[in-house]
Structures are given as structure tokens and as C-alpha cells.
């Protein structure tokens, strides 16, 4: 079965600073999505790529999608403490579930 | 638009029990998908339920059943409740049942207790 990981599984960031989470498929992807979630709360959705190559942003959060690699990055610019909490990935697979990665859970420190 | 509901929002149930919970989706939207929660295990597809058909379904026992209505409006149901059922139970509309290039919104999840 398909799976998705992250990584890091944690990271502390001093405000200001950027940073990079991974997300790696075991299979080939159909659709990447990333969502924030506040801990013990619902996920909020950030962005979906569905082309290998394809980037985009929205404020200060670019993600991008490479298929060849079964991977997909999302860039915080200037992090600040609303950037704080778990960022989750989300594939289709072959079978038309919707996986999750582990989880990367962002602090951001004054 | 107002978004994906869920009830109750906690809930401490007792093992042996049974348990139902609630999710109304976005208006319009069709598709209602459910999913487990756990620090363990991370967030897991339980099912998914379009046009009051369940579409899809994870590797979860027998004791874990949903149902929708005419309305969409999905319930999910656990019987026979085990200590590590306790989770955050999360559900996601969509408009349509495809999992890929769909995008799905979720609700505040239900977190269920076992004790």
C-alpha cells in the first residue's frame, strides 16, 4: 500500500527564519495536497499540486511537486508564530483514498 | 458558507459501549469522508459515503459503521467501544467522491474518550 513521509517529524524555527518539509511518496503520486492542522483540531487546507512541477503560494507558503521524485516540499518564507502547528500531507493513491503523511509539527519561537 | 459541522465535539464513553457521531457537510457537497486520528498511527481513512453509498472503506473492524442521509449529512457509529478507539475523529466533504484532485474540507473533529 502506499505511503506517505515526512520530514522532519519536528521542527523549532526562531521567527523569521525558513524552513522546508518533505513530503515522499512510496508510489507514484495523483494529486498532492498540504494541510495545517492546530493541534487536537480539524485540518485546514493550503494548497493542492496536481502537475509534476508545479508550484505554488499562497502568502508566505510556496510547495511544490516534483512526480518523478514522488516528492513534494512546502517553503515557509519568514516564518512567524502563526505558522505554528502540525502540517500534514495528502495523496490520492490508485485505489481513490485519500493518505496522509506522519506529520511535521512546526514551533515557531520569538 | 457555513463549514463542516461536527457532534458532539468531545465525547467520554466506557468500553463495552456503543458510540455515534455526526458530520454535516458542506452545503452541496455530496461526498462525506471519515478518518481516525491517533498519535500512534497518525490520521487513517475509515470511509467515505457519496449519494448515500459507501464508496470507499479502510482497513477498520466491523465494528466501525457509517451511514448517509438524503441530505448528506453522514453519521458514523462504533460499537462495542475498545480502549484504543479513543481518538480525534475527523470528518471531510468534498464535492465529489474522488480522492484525487478533489479537494476535501474538513470539520473540527469529534474527540472520543474510552475509559
Known amino acids: 500500500s502506499q505511503e506517505l513521509e515526512q520530514s522532519p517529524q519536528s521542527l523549532i524555527v526562531q521567527e523569521g527564519k525558513n524552513l522546508t518539509i518533505n513530503c515522499t511518496s512510496s508510489?507514484?503520486?495523483?494529486?498532492l495536497y498540504w494541510y495545517k492542522q492546530k493541534y487536537g483540531e480539524g485540518l485546514i487546507f493550503l494548497m493542492m499540486?496536481?502537475?509534476?512541477?508545479e508550484e505554488k503560494s499562497h502568502e508566505k507558503i510556496t510547495a511544490k511537486l516534483d512526480e518523478k521524485k514522488q516528492q513534494s516540499s512546502l517553503h515557509i518564507t519568514a516564518s512567524q508564530p502563526s505558522h505554528a502547528g502540525i502540517y500534514l500531507c495528502?495523496?490520492?493513491?490508485?485505489?481513490?483514498?485519500?493518505?496522509f503523511g506522519t506529520g511535521t509539527r512546526l514551533q515557531v519561537f520569538p | 458558507k457555513a463549514g463542516v459541522t461536527q457532534t458532539p465535539r468531545y465525547l467520554i464513553k466506557t468500553r463495552g459501549q456503543q458510540v455515534t457521531l455526526s458530520c454535516s457537510p458542506i452545503s452541496g457537497h455530496r461526498s462525506v469522508s471519515w478518518y481516525q486520528q491517533t498519535p500512534g498511527q497518525g490520521l487513517q481513512f475509515l470511509f467515505e459515503y457519496f449519494s448515500e453509498t459507501q464508496r470507499n472503506k479502510g482497513n477498520f473492524p466491523g465494528r466501525f459503521s457509517g451511514r448517509q442521509f438524503s441530505n448528506s449529512r453522514s453519521e458514523m457509529n462504533v460499537s462495542t467501544l475498545e480502549l484504543g478507539d479513543s481518538a480525534l475523529y475527523l470528518c471531510?466533504?468534498?464535492?465529489?467522491?474522488?480522492?484525487?484532485?478533489?479537494?476535501?474540507?474538513f470539520g473540527p473533529g469529534t474527540r472520543l474518550t474510552v475509559l
Open positions: 471531510a466533504s468534498s464535492l465529489s467522491s474522488r480522492a484525487t484532485y478533489n479537494e476535501q474540507f
Open positions: 495528502g495523496a490520492g493513491s490508485n485505489t481513490d483514498k485519500l493518505i
Open positions: 508510489k507514484t503520486l495523483y494529486g
Open positions: 499540486l496536481q502537475k509534476g512541477g
